[in-house]
């Protein structure tokens, strides 16, 4: 039996736009997914108690497949096991073992579909688990180019691989295509806002490429979240938090225009600019979810928590560690 975690993440810029091949910066941050995978001689079952509010156990031998819990809908476990089932034909690829199935168990610190990239973590942890329950090793590289494909496939084929890259590898990251790497970054006072909501990656990706279609400005949008991410990345090897949080703000106005904020993220962000937060912006692929600013003092921490359509508000911390095996 082994266990694995990985990290959830913020979009400090780039969101969106990075599907297009614009730049982005995603930040590892300390909530985690764990997974533990034990191998078992026949059938796959799973364990996701975060994915309702009472939880439950999915049971499924490759032909068909049961929940016993009648009562959760069938989308959201269509929806909830596309992920875990990526994931685990991603590890039987990886080890060369076509048949081996397993238990998985999940367990997370990281809120559902909130732009805190559950999904990523998720996929990148269950690779490192499944993997070495089969006594193989793979390397980093590897973990997030396999969590990209899972990503990819239950994206409809529209995934970057700033999630999946930041997850594996923790800290801060620069992904542009296929180009990916670890970038410096300065220690950022992280507050976040969650109105307890959720978006659908997929069908928010779907949207953009639909406004994309539809508007040529809306491509130039894209094009000026890319300039905002290259003016962003000066800024953080100037260790400029004023220009980072300018930049922020300025990448929530245009992800708004694509179409991906919504009114509580709105709210949100506003209640951050004005407690006096260095900059504010939703992270993810937004519909719902959460916001993330830049504040030193207590301030955006305090108005968030007095905000109509915010459920909590949190301080977050940038986490070095990507990916790592929690016990074998
Ligand atoms: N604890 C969990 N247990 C099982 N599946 C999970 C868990 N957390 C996330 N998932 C999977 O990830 C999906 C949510 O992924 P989605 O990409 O929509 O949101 P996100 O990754 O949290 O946010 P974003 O992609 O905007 O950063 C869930 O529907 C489920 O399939
Ligand atoms: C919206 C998006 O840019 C980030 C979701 O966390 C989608 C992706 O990069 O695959
Ligand atoms: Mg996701």
Redesign the pocket.
């Given at each position: 039996m082994v266990t694995a975690s990985a990290p959830?993440?913020v979009y400090l810029f780039g969101?969106h736009a990075v599907v297009y091949g614009e730049p982005a910066v995603p930040c590892a941050i300390g909530l985690r997914?764990s997974v533990t995978a034990e191998e078992r001689s026949a059938g796959m079952r799973i364990q996701?108690?975060?994915?309702s509010l009472d939880g439950f156990t999915v049971e499924y031998d490759g032909e068909g497949r049961d929940h016993p819990d009648i009562d959760v809908p069938d989308t959201l476990v269509q929806?909830?096991?596309?992920?875990?089932d990526e994931a685990v034909t991603q590890v039987r690829e990886a080890a060369d073992a076509p048949e081996a199935s397993f238990e998985i168990t999940?367990?997370?610190e990281?809120?559902?579909?909130?732009?805190?990239?559950?999904?990523?973590?998720?996929a990148a942890a269950a690779i490192e688990a499944g993997t070495r329950e089969l006594g193989v090793e793979i390397t980093p590289t590897e973990i997030a180019e396999r969590a990209y494909r899972v990503?990819n496939t239950?994206?409809d084929g529209q995934a970057s691989r700033a999630?999946t890259f930041c997850s594996t590898m923790g800290g801060a990251v620069r992904v542009e295509g296929d180009d990916c790497h670890s970038i410096e970054s300065p220690d950022l006072p992280f507050v976040i806002g969650y109105d307890g909501g959720?978006?659908?990656?997929?069908a928010?990706v779907a949207g953009v490429r639909e406004r994309r279609k539809e508007y040529e400005f809306a491509a130039d949008t894209i094009e000026a979240i890319g300039d905002v991410v290259r003016r962003g990345e000066q800024a953080l090897t100037a260790n400029d938090t004023e220009e980072i949080g300018n930049l922020m703000d300025f990448n929530h106005g245009l992800l708004s225009a694509l179409g991906v904020s919504s009114r509580t993220l709105d709210s949100m962000v506003w209640a951050a600019r004005n407690a006096g937060c260095l900059g504010a912006k939703l992270?993810?692929?937004?519909g719902g979810?959460c916001i993330v600013a830049l504040d030193p003092t207590p301030e955006t921490l305090t108005a968030l928590e007095y905000t109509h359509g915010c459920e909590e508000a949190f301080r977050a911390e940038l986490d070095t560690d990507g990916v790592r095996v929690e016990s074998e």
């Open positions: 959830g993440k969101e997914a996701a108690s975060d994915l929806a909830a096991m596309g992920y875990v999940i367990e997370s990281i809120p559902l579909g909130a732009g805190l990239g559950s999904s990523a973590a998720v990503e239950v994206q999630d959720a978006g659908d990656t997929g928010l992270t993810g692929a937004g979810g």
